[in-house]
């Protein structure tokens, strides 16, 4: 079992800066790739960034490339989504996800742990 707390929301005008943190507990962080999702009112959940076990290999959504960076440390159990360049349409709720696998996915069906989030508001 894994627990997942999300952490670093907030309010923020368009063109600001949030860093979220995702903190683990439970069986085997390291081993796991994770990822971070969003929902927007009205919307689906879509897939952000995803990072690999060992923090080598990581992909992103298209929209957020060049603006978002996925980092982990190991050492903490945390995982981290650093976002620059903010964005109205990056309003929503984010997830963040734990994976029984290595590799990164972009796939929210392989994530098997999931947290609260924490709602990212972006002002105009």
């Known amino acids: 079992q894994v627990q997942l707390v999300e952490s670093g929301g907030g309010l923020v005008q368009a063109g600001g800066s949030l860093r979220l943190s995702c903190a683990a507990s439970?069986?085997?962080?390291?081993?796991?790739?994770m990822a971070w999702f969003r929902q927007a009112p009205g919307n689906e959940r879509e897939f952000v960034a995803a990072i690999s076990w060992s923090g080598g290999g990581t992909t992103y959504r298209s929209s957020v490339k060049g603006r978002f960076t996925i980092s982990r440390d190991n050492a903490k159990n945390t995982v981290y989504l650093q976002m620059n360049s903010l964005k109205p349409e990056d309003t929503a709720v984010y997830y963040c996800a734990a994976a029984s696998r290595y590799s990164s996915s972009n796939y929210d069906g392989d994530y098997d742990y999931w947290g609260q989030g924490t709602q990212v508001t972006v002002s105009s």
């Open positions: 439970g069986r085997a962080f390291s081993n796991r790739a």
